[in-house]
């Protein structure tokens, strides 16, 4: 018997809001000002969600965001877009005296939702929420292979149709009453009041994407999905303008345009390809946060199928419908389980974990990464609060480095993010990948800029790449015990 989705409902709570009446001329966005004015980069993370303010010439006025933290209880966690909608609000409302044009939202590509009659129908689930094992044994009967979609079998609600499988028996006259949204489209759904789909997040490990046909998966057709996703638009389309009551409730303009938007990691591709060195050449993205994803832009084709599906290694979909050789790895969120901060520039404790052999094994979490069956372990745990934290740097570029070894990447490499930062993470990269120029860049490589190249055809990055040196220290021992160390675990 179906239990419902009734507690699992989401009452956005822009909804209670009654519309208020709105003299534009008063907040000085006359037509003239929209076409010279800012953008908007709405991220909405797994654990953080950002707004982002920038001017048309790419400069980054105004930043805010907030903690992303799931609220509900069984049958599932929903992700929390009642807090979001009405932070959304506030913060726009925060920009609401300048004279923004155009609106971009990205969001991290395991969510999905759906609307009925103008409403939310159901609230995304969070995809670390355990989907029933029966269930998922059910649901995985009947996906494609991974030569199919280039999707691997995940755990939990990572694949996107093991949401839509679980959220179907939970209600089925709700859920096939519903128009299926991704979770980036579903805020650009929000802004506009226009129902879309797009490819980078439908192509994102979901199962419901055929990259080499570029159109749904035989098995997102065989279920009727398919059928049930609003139109597909790019991810720069403008699908509409900003909804009339939003408009009187944040000050801005209702001719501010709302762009379909995009999967984060794929933004940040988009941002790199801005570069001269990234751009038409072999070459990968490492976009790090609490995921970290490997993306590479082959110069030749590559066998996708070749791929090690059980190392966490998938295809992805760029914003042009090519197929994108990727791995993942929840870096981030092992290094905050480690209870680490490397973000950091300096050296400081490197030399004493080196000369100890101090060193993390993987993995903290279980069931991803390039070790998904390691059970991870400190070899002589420093209690230096600096050791420790160079050690954990030393295990996240090692774990990057294998990461990038399962797809080929070679030649460039942009690392991107907040672990950019990182002088230990970046230049034991470059050591142990001393084929590779390594480069990092500011604000011009990240998420939100690659969003607002969607807007700006023709916005390029103003400062060139920072190419960064290896360390001053010999890693191949360390590295070599480290890979043994590792594989021993995962058996």
Known sequence: MARGLTIALCQINLFRYKAIKFDHQSFGLGEDALGQGCAIVADFGKTHTKLTLWSREGQLL??????????GAAPYVPLDVAGNSDWLIESLRRFGDHPVEAIIPVAHGAAVTGIHDGAPAFAPPDYEWPIPDHELAAYRAGRDRFAVTGSPAFPSGLNIGSQLHYLETLDPSLF???????????????????????????????????????DFSPMARRRGWAQQFAPLAKAGDV??????????LTGLSPNVRIHAGLHDSNAALVAARGFVEMGGHEATVLSTGTWFVAMRTPAEPVDLTALPEARDCLVNVDVDGNAVPSARWMGGREIALLDARIDVPGLFGLAEVLASGSMVLPSLVQGSGPFPDANHRWMNEPSVATERAAAVALYAALMADSQLGLIGAKEHLLIEGRFARSEIFTRALASLRPEARIYVANAEADVSFGALRLIWNDLRPKSPLQTIEPLPHDLAAYGREWQARAAEQGR
Request: proline share 7%; net charge neutral; aromatic share 8%.
């Open 62 to 71: 105004d930043r805010v965001s907030r903690a992303n933290v799931p609220q």
């Open 176 to 214: 096939r009453a519903a128009t299926l949204l991704p979770y980036a489209q579903y805020w650009a759904w929000i802004l506009s009041g226009v129902a879309v789909s797009e490819v980078t997040s439908l192509g994102c490990h979901s199962d419901l994407w055929h990259p080499a046909s570029s």
């Open 239 to 248: 699908i509409g303008n900003l909804r009339p009551d939003l408009a009187a």
